[in-house]
Nanobody, 115 residues
Framework: QVQLVESGGGLVQPGGSLRLSCAVSGNIFSISNMGWYRQAPGKQRELVARFTTGDTTNYADFVKGRFTISRDNAKNTVDLQMNNLKPEDSAVYYC?????????WGQGTQVTVSS
């Protein structure tokens, strides 16, 4: 089993920045993909950014050029730097890892972009 603990959400004005961090612990050796998803009220959960095998990164079109995913293998963390935030980025952001056919999710952290 894998445990994921997110931090770094909050309230920010449009155009501002936030950095989310996810601490990963447990059976990390079987992880293939790791990244971030988000879910806004009334909408489906959607991919934001992720690392796949070989350290390839995938970004959703709506965050390209604004968000950057990074990882620290020594600390077992995966971060999401979010710049130029927009009101439509408001959502609960979830850390996610994939282990074979299994997925693990963090508890989520709220990001609210509002003036």
């Amino acid at each position: 089993q894998v445990q994921l603990v997110e931090s770094g959400g909050g309230l920010v004005q449009p155009g501002g920045s936030l950095r989310l961090s996810c601490a990963v612990s447990g059976n990390i050796f079987s992880i293939s993909n790791m990244g971030w998803y988000r879910q806004a009220p009334g909408k489906q959960r959607e991919l934001v950014a992720r690392f796949t095998t070989g350290d390839t990164t995938n970004y959703a079109d709506f965050v390209k050029g604004r968000f950057t995913i990074s990882r620290d293998n020594a600390k077992n963390t995966v971060d999401l730097q979010m710049n130029n935030l927009k009101p439509e980025d408001s959502a609960v952001y979830y850390c996610n890892v994939v282990r074979g056919r299994l997925q693990d999710w963090g508890q989520g952290t709220q990001v609210t972009v509002s003036s």
